[in-house]
Nanobody, 125 residues
């Protein structure tokens, strides 16, 4: 059974940093594509970053240069380093996984089969 567990969410001030983690269980981690999504209240779920099974990464425009997706395959863990946080980054952040090599031209929730429960990030002064 595939299981994803996010952690690292917190309340921070604008300009601050956070690192989210997503621990993966129940499958051969390095063969899957992984992604980070977020959803703010009243808004649709948005793709933030993706790393496909070949290690290629992609980011949504609003986080380029501020967020970095990485993974530790020995620990079966996905990370999202978030710097220079802004109030508009406030959302529930979700980790997602898929056994295929997903497209990186766009970050779509439809490309992912498995989801975590989310971790809350709040950016406020």
């Amino acid at each position: 059974e595939v299981r994803l567990v996010e952690s690292g969410g917190a309340s921070v001030q604008p300009g601050g940093s956070l690192r989210l983690s997503c621990a993966a269980f129940g499958y051969t981690y390095w063969t899957y594509s992984m992604g980070w999504f977020r959803q703010a209240p009243g808004k649709a779920r948005e793709g933030v970053a993706v790393i496909d099974a070949n290690g290629r990464t992609s980011y949504t425009d609003s986080v380029k240069g501020r967020f970095t997706v990485s993974e530790d395959t020995a620990k079966n863990t996905l990370y999202l380093q978030m710097n220079s946080l802004k109030p508009e980054d406030t959302a529930m952040y979700y980790c997602a996984a898929d056994p295929s090599s997903v497209r990186t031209s766009t970050i779509s929730s439809a490309d992912f089969d498995y989801w975590g429960q989310g971790t809350q990030v709040t950016v406020s002064s």
